[in-house]
C-alpha cells in the first residue's frame, strides 16, 4: 500500500458544481496536511495549509482532515472553469530531516 | 518580488551528456527540494537540503546530484547515469519553521532527452 492514495480521475463537473477531491494515507504519523493546485506546464500553488484533524475554510475551498480515518477532503464550492486543474494532496509528519509525500494528482474540469 | 526562479524552462539533452538545472529563491528559506514529475506518477522526491552544506537523497536520487553552497542555490545535475531523465522537474523551498510541512514551487524545468 502507497502512503498516500489519491484517485487521478479526470473528474468532470459543470460550472457551480460542488467538488469533492480526496485523498487517504496509510502513516498515521502524518500531521500536517496540504492540497496544491497545479495548472498545466506550471509548478504547485499551495491552496490550503491543515495541522491535524479538523476544518479549515478560506473563500469557496474548504479542507477537512479526519485522522481517525486517514482521509483527508477538498471541498471546493460554485465551481468555475479557472478552478479547472490538478489537484494533489500532501502531507508530512513534521520531523527533521523528512519532506512532503504527495499524492499522484487528481484532474479536474469544470466546464461553463 | 520574492520567489523561486527555475531556469531553463525547456531543456534538451543528448544521451550521454550531464546537465544541470538552476534553482534560485530569495525567500530567506532554508530548506530545498528538488522533485520529479512524470504523466501518472505525481511528484517524486530526488534530493532536499535543509541547510547550507548538507542535503539528503530523496527515493529516487540515483543518476542525480545537487550541491547547497549557498542558501539561495540548489542546482541539479542529471547525470548520464540517469536512464530515464525526460521529464518535468520542480524545484522547492519552505519557510524556516516549516521545513517539513510546506512547500512552495517554482514553475519548472521540462527536460527532454533527444
Known amino acids: 500500500q502507497k502512503e498516500v492514495e489519491q484517485d487521478p480521475g479526470p473528474l468532470s463537473v459543470p460550472e457551480g458544481a460542488i467538488v469533492s477531491l480526496n485523498c487517504t494515507y496509510s502513516?498515521?504519523?502524518?500531521?500536517?496536511f496540504m492540497w496544491y493546485r497545479q495548472y498545466s506546464r506550471k509548478g504547485p500553488e499551495l491552496l490550503m495549509y491543515?495541522?491535524?484533524?479538523g476544518n479549515k475554510e478560506d473563500g469557496r475551498f474548504t479542507a477537512q482532515v479526519d485522522k481517525s480515518s486517514k482521509y483527508i477532503s477538498l471541498f471546493i464550492r460554485d465551481s468555475q472553469p479557472s478552478d479547472s486543474a490538478t489537484y494533489l494532496c500532501?502531507?508530512?509528519?513534521?520531523?527533521?530531516?523528512?519532506?512532503?509525500?504527495f499524492g499522484k494528482g487528481t484532474t479536474l474540469s469544470v466546464s461553463s | 518580488d520574492g520567489g523561486i526562479t527555475q531556469s531553463p524552462k525547456y531543456l534538451f539533452r543528448k544521451e550521454g551528456q550531464n546537465v544541470t538545472l538552476s534553482c534560485e529563491q530569495n525567500?530567506?528559506?532554508?530548506?530545498m527540494y528538488w522533485y520529479r514529475q512524470d504523466p501518472g506518477q505525481g511528484l517524486r522526491l530526488i534530493y532536499y537540503?535543509?541547510?547550507?552544506?548538507?542535503?539528503q537523497k530523496g527515493d529516487i536520487a540515483e543518476g542525480y546530484s545537487v550541491s547547497r553552497e549557498k542558501k539561495e542555490s540548489f542546482p541539479l545535475t542529471v547525470t548520464s547515469a540517469q536512464k530515464n531523465p525526460t521529464a518535468f522537474y520542480l524545484c522547492?523551498?519552505?519557510?524556516?519553521?516549516?521545513?517539513?510541512?510546506?512547500?512552495?514551487f517554482g514553475q519548472g524545468t521540462r527536460l527532454t532527452v533527444v
Open positions: 525567500l530567506n528559506h532554508d530548506a
Open positions: 537540503s535543509q541547510i547550507v552544506n548538507d542535503f
Open positions: 491543515t495541522y491535524s484533524s
Open positions: 502513516n498515521s504519523a502524518f500531521q500536517y
Open positions: 500532501a502531507m508530512s509528519g513534521g520531523q527533521a530531516g523528512t519532506a512532503l509525500i
Open positions: 522547492a523551498s519552505s519557510p524556516p519553521g516549516r521545513a517539513n510541512t510546506e512547500a512552495f
